[in-house]
């Protein structure tokens, strides 16, 4: 194998020489995994612990098996259900084509040449059958078109010859400057929401008969931003209104420079607002910083950010829930060596979300929705999930000595446990949902634009994208047009400094 030292993996394209590196690492594995379970256990009894062989024996496995996954397996979280009951098999009849209410339509109408309408069987001409035809749909594109338009203000004056008017001159996104309102929100939109870089944008442009750069392009969304500010300001201190928020945070590079520093994308999420901000560091300051002021429950991760806001004094304290689906992800990494165990817990934790689903079904309908899901929600937790999370908490402390800490099992019912109030929290509180993945749906486009554009160029690039992601990703949870609420909302600013615009005010 010295001669594969020396070369990348991604450099080899010879299947057999592949193979044989695939085969190397792994025996390289299983060899260093062996050592590592060794040297634990010797560690263990030096600190005066009785370590069962059989213990470090399926720590070994796990960590193998862990191994083979990584390489061959899928990373998805979904597990096949139980069999539900069987239907009636229905006649398949196909999904056939989407309906397309937004889209205008255009009828086109094709027609014969007077030479094409003569009959092949008498030679006279065909004339058409009434209004008999023969329709197809077909989607097409109407490209992008860039306009340079000329604004003539009409002047005015009068005999007299002492008084002069002019019309009105269009919004200005930059007094005195050349692009639109409009552009620049549609510049905004692709980034923030399409996620395509500015250098991208640039080029397509140029191939459609604008020549432009993208620091012409960042100016637009710069300008833009300024504008938008109060309405940003708003959103953030609106979100924190709730009676419960969503919280995560992710990593966002600044790049300055040859210099790339690890700052966080911090997210909180209420019912229609995603708020955002992109802070330096990922510590309990960040987190109060994002959460000040706040006074409701923060449904969120074991992240010790959060458990640090929940320590501080009675007047600042903010109680923090934890998610039930980061629990149930622990114990599905640990499937493969306590495939029992694992399966336990994960059912135990499907029950739960079974008495979700109840819920909503229960919900007096009659009633107003909100009051109705609550009553319904406080009831069957009362009467079926306080009993399972008892159940659950018992089984983990019962098995809890009998797997190795430093496991996948061991640290998943160790995480559990050390949450253990939090998790429990949602059974005292019908508002709070058992899980955090609105937060995490709210950072998917955070996510893949981090991908697509590699973060910021500077500290202010961190504040306009924390903006703009706010605000379309607020107009995305409001089901209204992002387009026209970023549009809507500065041109109020524009016409009125300092105006906020909400999703809500939208007609």
């Excluded at 069962?52 to 193998?64: A, I, R, S, T, V």
């Excluded at 002492?162 to 929100?185: C, H, M, N, Q, W």
Aim: proline share 5%; net charge neutral.
């Amino acid at each position: 194998m010295r001669e594969f030292r020396m070369r990348k993996l991604a450099e080899i394209d010879d299947v057999s020489t592949l193979q044989q590196v695939a085969s190397h690492l792994e025996k390289t594995t299983v060899r260093l995994s062996k050592e590592n379970a060794k040297l634990k256990a010797e560690i263990a009894r030096l600190r005066g612990r009785d370590v069962d062989p059989q213990m470090e024996l399926e720590l070994l496995k796990e960590q193998l098996a862990a191994m083979q996954r990584a390489l061959y397996g899928s990373s998805s979280e979904r597990r096949p259900q139980e069999a539900p009951a069987p239907r009636p098999v229905q006649p398949r009849t196909g999904h056939g084509p989407k309906p397309q209410p937004d889209l205008p339509i255009e009828i086109v109408t094709h027609t014969l040449s007077e030479t094409e309408r003569t009959c092949e069987v008498c030679g006279r001409l065909m004339v058409e059958m009434g209004e008999q035809a023969e329709e197809s749909e077909e989607i097409t594109v109407v490209g992008v078109e860039y306009k340079l338009v000329t604004h003539r203000r009409q002047k005015y004056r009068c005999r007299c010859n002492e008084a002069v008017k002019t019309a009105p001159a269009p919004a200005k996104l930059i007094p005195g400057g050349r692009y639109s309102v409009d552009f620049a929100v549609q510049v905004a939109e692709q980034k923030y929401l399409d996620h395509m870089p500015l250098e991208r944008q640039a080029r397509a442009m140029g191939r459609a008969g604008l020549d432009v750069d993208s620091q012409t392009l960042w100016d637009q969304i710069d300008a833009l931003a300024r504008h938008l500010e109060p309405t940003y300001r708003a959103l953030l201190d609106k979100a924190l209104e709730a009676d419960v928020v969503y919280a995560d945070e992710t990593q966002w590079p600044l790049v300055e420079g040859k210099k790339v520093s690890k700052w966080w994308t911090w997210c909180v999420v209420s019912e229609d607002i995603a708020s955002y901000r992109i802070l330096s560091s990922r510590s309990k300051a960040s987190a109060a910083a994002m959460l000040g002021g706040f006074r409701g429950v923060v449904l969120t991760d074991g992240y010790v950010a959060y458990k640090d806001l929940e320590r501080d004094g009675p007047r600042d304290k903010i109680p923090v829930a934890y998610c039930w689906a980061h629990v149930r992800r622990k114990y599905l990494e640990a499937e493969d060596a306590y495939p029992e165990l694992s399966d336990y817990a994960v059912k135990r934790i499907r029950e739960l979300y079974e008495v979700e689903w109840a819920a909503r079904k229960e919900a007096d309908t009659s009633a107003e929705p909100r009051a109705a899901l609550l009553e319904a929600r406080g009831k069957l937790r009362a009467e079926r999930s306080k009993a399972i999370i008892e159940e659950l908490f018992k089984w983990a402390q019962e098995h809890a000595a009998g797997v190795l800490p430093a496991s996948k099992m061991g640290k998943a019912i160790a995480y559990m446990l050390k949450l253990g109030k939090g998790l429990k929290r949602f059974l005292d509180d019908p508002r709070i949902p058992l899980d955090n993945n609105a937060a995490e749906r709210a950072l998917r486009g955070v996510v893949v634009g981090r991908k697509n554009h590699y973060g910021s160029r500077s500290k202010r690039g961190t504040e306009v994208a924390a903006l703009f992601y706010t605000l379309l990703e607020t107009a995305k949870l409001s089901q209204v047009d992002a387009r026209v609420y970023v549009r809507d909302a500065a041109l109020a600013a524009i016409e009125s400094p300092g105006a906020v615009t909400l999703p809500s005010d939208l007609g």
